[in-house]
């Protein structure tokens, strides 16, 4: 399957933005798809993830109670909106689909191509 993240920008800290990573090529509701992000300078991170049938999901801490990951199979898209954007968050976002929800980038087969969230202050 491949995968095509959009939906970055810059943002003022408060603001808010919606990813989307839409998917082609494959059975889209076969896979879990999460959101990871990446920072300069540090590893990759889990965001949040979403079950095949949208029923279950997980969050990292530091997101919970401010974004929301979702996704329509009937479009082939999974999202990620994001409320109350902090500095800290600004960073490289990549969705990934894999066959179990799982929050380890190892665990995840496919990978979009990035899109970078800056949130100034």
């Known amino acids: 399957v491949q995968l095509q993240a959009s939906g970055g920008g810059l943002v003022q800290a408060g603001g808010s933005l919606r990813l989307s990573c839409a998917a082609s090529?494959?059975?889209?509701?076969?896979?879990?798809m999460s959101w990871f992000r990446q920072a300069p300078g540090k590893e990759r991170s889990f965001v949040a993830v979403?079950?095949?049938?949208?029923?279950?999901?997980d969050y990292t801490d530091s997101v919970r109670g401010r974004f929301t990951i979702s996704r329509d199979n009937a479009k082939n898209t999974a999202y990620l909106q994001m409320n109350s954007l902090k500095p800290e968050d600004t960073a490289v976002y990549y969705c990934?689909?894999?066959?179990?929800?799982?929050?380890?980038?190892?665990?995840?087969?496919?990978w979009g191509q990035g899109t970078q969230v800056t949130v100034s202050s």
């Open positions: 979403i079950s095949m049938g949208g029923s279950s999901t």
């Open positions: 990934a689909a894999g066959y179990n929800f799982n929050v380890r980038p190892a665990r995840y087969a496919y």
């Open positions: 090529g494959g059975t889209f509701s076969r896979y879990a």
